[in-house]
């Protein structure tokens, strides 16, 4: 039998990026955008069932390593404040058991030519299926892939 629990944390990522908040939030915006970014590293995919930018609307991603479980993540947006904010609630299972629920928040702030960004997540841990630190490290990655994008586009332009 699973033994019940739930661990509350807070969970904040930051960085500095030498593109606009606008550029930024352009990369959150679509799911095309998002795909260039998104997935942790080599050996991960990444797929959208849903994508609806806009408050109220919500996305369903299916990601994971190739060949290994799925996640499937399920979120609302509460708001939206274009090239400023994005605030979303939502659950993560794995295949079908819940492993956790929350929001995260992501702040964008001009910072000289750049900006910085804030990201944070306030969310629950279900029975130990998984944890703050797995999060953390998925979050850090993703964000580090965000600034080689960006980085690129801007070598390229």
Known sequence: MVERSVKHATIVVERTYEATPERVFAAWSSVEALLRWNAM??????????????????????????????YINTSTYQDIVPNRRIISSGTMKRETTSISSGVVTVELTPEGKGCHLVLTEQAAFLDDEDKPEYRQAGWSSMLDNLGKVLKNETASA
């Open 41 to 70: 590293d080599e050996g991960w995919y990444m797929a959208y069932d849903q994508f609806d930018f806009r408050v109220g609307g919500g996305e369903i991603c299916r990601f994971g390593r190739t060949g290994g479980e799925t």
